[in-house]
């Protein structure tokens, strides 16, 4: 027979990838109807089968090199783009990354028993070897793909880490031409420069005069810290504002002339009420309170 004689040329990684090549369509059937692929493709089952085949190409190339274990493989290229984008869409659903690698080593038994059904004899040397190079080339495969899912996951993380700084740092019009960033919690680099960015651009979309920069809920001041405020009060100033900073309490203060840091060519007020109150009369702009007797009337 002519399968059985082409499943036995070569070497194992060699009838590997011709496995591939004569069975495509069939493991791509097989596969579409597998957890990773129907979960991620639920329009059209069509469109999992196509998938489907990129990836038994891919693993076809691979086996062809030899290189079944080596997860830089360039074969691997085309599996990270496909695989690793529906795990990463499945990671996004909730799935955890033990249930997307045994979807993953779950595509090894159809293939297994596809390969073993072109041996007469499954027990021959050549049949063992052609199975363990497969079965080395799908652990490969799950490898390449868990990798690339927790690399995906790690930008997820990281853009969420953006979201949740950019959400903790509002910027608050007060006033026509008044600006304020209430800051609350741990200013580190990271939030600093999304502080600085964030104030920088509400006072160009603003055309702001005066940013008010509150650190009342800041728990504590280092050097470190203080260097980001002048910082952002000093780029404040490059764009035509005046910065204010408000919230100093006495312990903070207390800090600051401890560790020596120089703060006198920032403006400070003791609170966001008493900055606010700043600018406005900076702009002409008189606030009092409303007369006792006539409230009454």
């Known amino acids: 027979m002519d399968v059985p004689e082409q499943a036995a040329t070569g070497s194992a990684p060699q009838r590997v990838s011709g496995f591939f090549e004569r069975r495509r369509e069939q493991i791509a059937q097989r596969w579409a109807d597998a957890p990773l692929f129907r979960s991620v493709f639920t329009v059209s089952r069509d469109e999992a089968v196509e998938a489907c085949k990129a990836v038994v190409d891919a693993l076809s190339e691979v086996a062809l090199t030899g290189r079944l274990e080596d ?93 949740l700084l950019e959400v903790a740092t509002p910027v608050i019009k007060l006033w026509e031409g008044t600006v304020a960033v209430p800051l609350i919690g741990t200013l580190d680099s990271a939030r600093s420069q999304v502080v600085m960015e964030s104030l920088l651009e509400a006072i160009v979309d603003q055309r702001a005069r005066y940013a008010i920069l509150d650190i009342t809920g800041v ?79």
């Open 219 to 297: 728990p504590t001041v280092d050097s470190l810290v203080a260097q980001h405020l002048m910082k952002t009060v000093a780029a404040a100033r490059l764009m035509g504002a005046e910065c204010i900073v408000s919230g100093i309490r006495p312990a903070i203060a207390q800090t600051i002339v401890q560790l020596g840091i120089d703060l006198g060519t920032v403006l400070t007020r003791a609170s966001l009420a008493d900055a606010l109150a700043y600018a406005l009369g900076r702009q002409g702009i008189e606030v009092s309170r409303a007369d006792a007797g006539a409230s009454a009337r």
């Open 71 to 163: 997860i830089g493989a360039p074969g691997f290229a085309t599996v990270r783009t496909q695989l690793g984008g529906m795990a990463a869409t499945r990671a996004r659903t909730g799935s955890t990354a033990a249930q997307i690698a045994d979807e993953v080593a779950a595509l090894r038994g159809p293939a297994v028993e596809l390969l073993r059904a072109e041996f007469p004899d499954p027990s021959t040397a050549e049949a063992q070897e052609s199975v363990l190079a497969l079965t080395l080339v799908m652990s490969t495969l799950r490898l390449v793909v868990m990798e690339t899912a927790l690399t995906e996951g790690a930008d997820l993380i990281e853009r969420q880490r953006q979201q």
